[in-house]
């Protein structure tokens, strides 16, 4: 810390957390599966012990605080290596909730490794890339990177929590950032529009597509032959990446319909709009949709939100804790929580352009995706427009290890930021 | 460009999503309202209770007590050992396999009725067990009790509606019950009441949570209305009771109000086998009864040819035409030749007579004379048989009556366009000559008999049949039932064919059954029929048929007996028809003789016939019905071997 510099923490960050967290803990009260409220304190009650976490959020945020700015950037790898670490033990030790294994049990309470693994991934990615001789144009310092990345994801997956894994593709916008191309991004979602197209569409006219539209590219490419920053365009590369495309088509196909299990394909295909079945798998969309319908404009009195007063929405007060946000506070409730999300992300990324370190920026960077991907998919799910991926809403959603996770994400970040003018290397 | 590219994502799915908010809370919010409703709010139905049915002299016939229903909710169920429910539910396991799978179809989160009408004795030992098994459970509901074992086909019952009345009615909702046939039926509004029901909102468990909108929607149920009909207990069992083992029917009506004192059709059952668990089972049996048909009621819905209680029309047709006189005498001569060597033939009796001879002697040559003056009257044979089909039909014959039960039959008097359609070459008076003595083309229901013998005792005029007496306790006022149908006939002809009607009695065909203080008039009826055996139309036994009423200056009750081939009309109808009589008028019987023979016979031999495979003989004259063995005729005596009779 340099002399007489005192620390700036950013209130509009603050104040937005507060707001989030406070929302949350309102809509977790109104989704509780109780007949009769009692005490918001009621330790009994999961708004009770929601309670309880934000208090040891509250010391958690003074203890993030009052450390050493510069441990987080020395300690990262370690903190990366205990991480990974407690993911890998699941396996030994876990305790299985709802067919996953990714608990611990403590006490009363149980500890979900993956929710810190995010904070631990993002200060080593952020660590790692912002040492001097690193750079995403080294295809060794690129594997490295992907590898930090991939590691939390491939310990995940199997527990079984897909979604939770997913949320590790967020950091394509730290690394997109520090100059990674945007033809990384274009290449997943070509992939992804080809592995959608396929399940919509007949396989024929997807590689006559395919085929149409390369074409029409190396026609256009072939016009640009003057511009001499462009390589030459060869024809054989075209075949091969139509050759590419189509077996990707072919394979993905062929995993979606022979290896996916069948709740899996389920999700998808009740999104798509290829199955109705709003009494089976579709049945939590639906009830949610409908929760959120009733709740109108301005929302009904707690006594009046039939749906969530009923339980009719499946963990309403975890994943879909939006949907109780729907139906009790209406489009005011959920407008509001959309924009203090989107203000959040927008700050946070605000935040990060005005580092002058590296290591701060590309961890601010990894905050503001993760928050991103965990806002799109969960309210994304909620409303109808993706499949059901169970990851929580970031705050909001019942929990003591999201809460604590998110929390020790975020304010690492406002601790680094309110170091910036004094902070380097 | 890469500061730029978050940036941009996140308000592109913010505004996304923002613009998703809208259309689901605003745009198709009302929709998505609708099914929050119909996720959450639950309707209890409030059931009134069932009128109760009185007879005219305010005896209990039908009231209600309570049953159960095992239920169930698809979606609450689970797994569970189907084997083992079905051996608690003493069900099969495919048709228990049936049942879930149809109120699966119906709803997975409402409740469906897998067993209806339970009686308290099988409720019992179920309660306790079908708690192991979650989304089975047990309601109440309000079933008929009744007071009687018989009159079934009259009382009609109540029937859990199916879909066919839910989507015509839109009051009734999947496990109802309603009137399905009889009295039941006719006044299903008045005796239902209008349920009312409660609202609940309830959790996605079906649990109620608390009431709807403070119960602001909730709707009280009106009671059903008790009614008295026009039926005398009494009457009604003792005439259920001489019908044992016979197949045919009884309406006694009273002439002076149209009010239906007794309805009979044999076979008949007890109505409370078509209550419990065997249920089913008694219905099918009933519906697929084709050789009794016990299922049709004769007396409504029966048409047959009348015989000769029809010539007690055409005599007064006679009169009012002016084509004879009381007075006149016709010559019998075994028979009425008509011409060619065509003849009509009769039984021995003095000749000529004159018309109360004629009536009581039911000298079928005195009637085809007068028949056939009436046709020739008009300058056609066509004409003549409108104005013939005109007067017939003043007395409620040849269409419907309208009275207030649900089934009936038109029956067929034929007018001149009848046979002018029917033969392309010119038609005269004795083609259809049968019709003097209620034979040939003439069909009528027995309630049109009683009716007609309503309208003689009354001398010219008939109130429609009904059988409504009060609601809750309130005289009807309905003038269908209190204007009088005047018949074409006027009233001073009636005197000498009721003199005649009183001679059958006296000296006539039903000489046997008079009543010692009672002046019954009547007309006897030996009807001949056909029927198909192995294909081919066979005559049957004649059918025994018998009209009357009594007292002859005072009527107070008019009756029509039909007795499926009981042979000649005093072997049976006459019989039974005096007994009702002096059981209404006296309220005692004095010729138990009648009552002796009735009790110890059974036509079962006579239905018997026409479904074996021998040859046999039809009009015996020594009646082979006598029932020899001592204990079965003990246990035909018993009103309960209804029961045993039609459901074995």
């Known amino acids: 810390m340099g002399i007489g510099d005192r620390p700036k923490y950013d209130i509009a960050a603050i104040l937005i957390y507060t707001a989030l967290v406070f929302i949350g803990l309102f809509s977790i009260y109104s989704a509780a599966p109780v007949l009769e409220y009692t005490s918001i304190t009621d330790i009994n009650q999961v708004y009770g012990k929601q309670f309880l976490f934000i208090g040891v959020c509250a010391l958690l945020i003074i203890i993030i605080l009052a450390i050493e700015v510069k441990f987080y950037e020395q300690f990262a790898g370690l903190i990366y290596v205990v991480s990974m670490l407690s993911l890998a033990g699941l396996y030994i030790f876990g305790k299985e909730v709802n067919g996953a294994v990714s608990w611990y049990p403590i006490g009363s309470f149980t500890f979900q490794p993956s929710e810190f693994a995010k904070f631990a991934t993002a200060l080593a990615v952020a660590k790692f890339l912002s040492q001097l001789n690193v750079s995403l144009k080294n295809v060794r310092d690129f594997m490295i990177v992907a590898g930090i990345i991939a590691l939390p994801a491939l310990l995940i997956v199997p527990q079984p929590d897909p979604g939770s894994a997913l949320i590790y593709t967020a950091f394509f916008f730290a690394l997109h950032r520090e100059g990674l191309s945007l033809w990384y991004l274009s290449l997943g979602i070509i992939a992804l529009a080809l592995f959608l197209a396929a399940l919509v569409i007949n396989i024929w006219w997807i590689i006559l597509i395919i085929v149409v539209v390369v074409a029409i590219i190396y026609l256009l490419s072939r016009k640009r032959k003057h511009n001499k920053r462009l390589p030459k365009p060869r024809i054989y590369l075209y075949v091969i990446a139509t050759f590419i495309c189509i077996a990707y088509t072919l394979s993905t196909s062929y995993i979606f319909n022979n290896i996916l299990e069948d709740r899996h394909r389920n999700r998808i295909d009740i999104v798509l709009g290829r199955v109705q079945d709003d009494a089976g798998i579709g049945y939590n969309i639906n009830q949610s949709m409908i929760a959120i319908g009733n709740g109108g404009w301005a929302g009904k009195p707690l006594e009046e939100a039939t749906q969530t007063r009923g339980g009719y929405v499946p963990e309403q007060h975890t994943d879909f804790v939006f949907s109780a946000i729907g139906e009790v506070s209406g489009l005011l409730g959920t407008s509001i929580t959309i924009l203090l999300f989107m203000f959040l992300i927008y700050r946070i990324i605000i935040m990060a352009e005005r580092q002058r370190n590296q290591f701060a920026r590309i961890y601010g960077y990894g905050v503001a995706g993760i928050f991103f991907l965990h806002f799109f998919v969960n309210v994304g799910m909620v409303i109808g427009l993706l499949p059901t991926v169970g990851i929580p809403l970031p705050f909001m959603s019942y929990g003591g290890s999201g809460l604590m996770g998110f929390t020790i994400l975020l304010f690492i970040f406002i601790k680094l930021d309110a170091h910036r003018m004094s902070y380097d290397h | ?648």
């Open chain 2, 1 to 648: 460009m890469k500061k730029l590219l978050l940036f941009s994502i996140v308000t592109l799915v913010g505004l996304t999503f923002i613009g998703r908010m809208i259309y689901l809370q605003v745009v198709i919010s009302e929709e998505l309202k609708l099914e929050a409703e119909n996720n959450s709010v639950k309707t209890v139905y409030d059931y009134p209770e069932r009128g109760f049915i009185y007879d005219r002299n305010g005896e209990l016939m039908v009231a209600n007590q309570v049953a159960y229903d095992v239920m169930v909710i698809p979606k609450e169920t689970g797994d569970f050992d189907l084997n083992k429910l079905a051996g608690l539910l003493k069900m099969d396991e495919s048709r228990l396999e049936k049942k879930l799978k149809t109120a699966r179809i119906w709803s997975t989160k409402q409740a469906s009725v897998i067993i209806p009408q339970l009686t308290q004795e099988e409720y019992a030992p179920l309660q306790e067990q079908l708690r192991k098994f979650p989304g089975f459970y047990i309601q109440r509901r309000s079933l008929r009790k009744y007071q009687v074992d018989h009159s079934a086909s009259v009382l009609g019952y109540i029937r859990e509606v199916n879909q066919g009345k839910i989507n015509e009615d839109d009051y009734y909702v999947q496990g109802d019950l309603a009137g399905k046939s009889g009295i039941e039926l006719q006044y299903e509004k008045e005796l239902r009441g209008e349920k009312g029901y409660k609202k609940y909102t309830r959790d996605h468990y079906g649990r109620a949570i608390e009431s709807y909108k403070n119960g602001s929607s909730d709707l009280a149920p009106i009671a059903g209305t008790d009614l008295t009909v026009t039926l005398d207990k009494e009457l009604q069992e003792y005439a259920e009771k001489l019908m044992i083992n016979k197949r045919g029917g009884i309406v006694a009506i009273e002439p002076k109000t149209g009010e239906i004192l007794s309805l009979i059709t044999a076979p008949n059952y007890d109505p409370s086998l078509l209550m419990g668990r065997d249920r089913s089972k008694n219905i099918n049996a009933i519906l697929r009864d084709t050789v009794r048909l016990p299922d049709v009621n004769r007396v409504l819905q029966g048409q047959y040819a009348p015989g000769s209680p029809f010539k007690v029309i055409n005599a007064l047709i006679g009169l009012q035409e002016g084509v004879t006189t009381p007075q006149e005498r016709f010559r019998c001569n075994h028979g009425y030749d008509y011409g060619g060597r065509k003849k009509m033939a009769c039984h021995s009796h003095a000749s000529p007579l004159a018309m109360s001879k004629g009536i009581a002697e039911s000298c079928n040559a005195y009637f085809a004379q007068v028949y056939r003056r009436i046709i020739e009257k008009g300058e056609t044979s066509s004409q003549g048989m409108d104005t013939w089909h005109d007067h017939v039909t003043s007395f409620g014959l040849g269409n419907y009556l309208g009275y207030d039960l649900p089934v009936g039959q038109p029956g067929r008097i034929p007018d001149g366009e009848y046979y002018t359609s029917r033969y392309k070459y010119k038609w005269y008076a004795p083609t259809t000559i049968s019709n003097a003595i209620g034979q040939g083309e003439v069909a009528v229901t027995p309630i049109q008999l009683a009716n007609m013998t309503a309208a003689i005792a009354n001398r010219g005029y008939f109130y429609t049949p009904h059988i409504i007496k009060k609601m809750n306790g309130e005289p009807i006022d309905n003038p269908k039932y209190t204007t009088k149908n005047f018949t074409t006939i006027d009233a001073k002809h009636f005197e000498p064919v009721i003199e005649g009607m009183n001679e059958v009695y006296n000296s006539g065909t039903a000489k046997y059954v008079k009543i010692p203080e009672i002046e019954i008039c009547g007309k006897t009826g030996t009807v001949e029929n056909f029927a198909k055996v192995n294909g081919v139309r066979k005559q049957q036994t004649d059918h025994s048929v018998f009209i009357a009423f009594a007292p002859k200056d005072d009527p107070k009750i008019a009756i029509a007996v039909f007795i499926e081939n009981g042979y000649w009309g005093s072997r049976y109808a006459a019989k039974i028809a005096s007994l009702l009589i002096e059981k209404h008028i006296k309220g005692e019987i004095t010729r138990t003789d009648l009552e002796d023979y009735l009790m110890s016979h059974s036509l079962e031999y006579e239905y018997a016939k026409k479904l074996g495979k021998e040859p046999y003989n039809i009009n015996v004259a020594v009646d082979q019905g006598l029932i020899t063995d001592e204990k079965e005729r003990k246990l035909h005596q018993l009103v309960d071997s209804l029961n045993l009779k039609i459901l074995k």
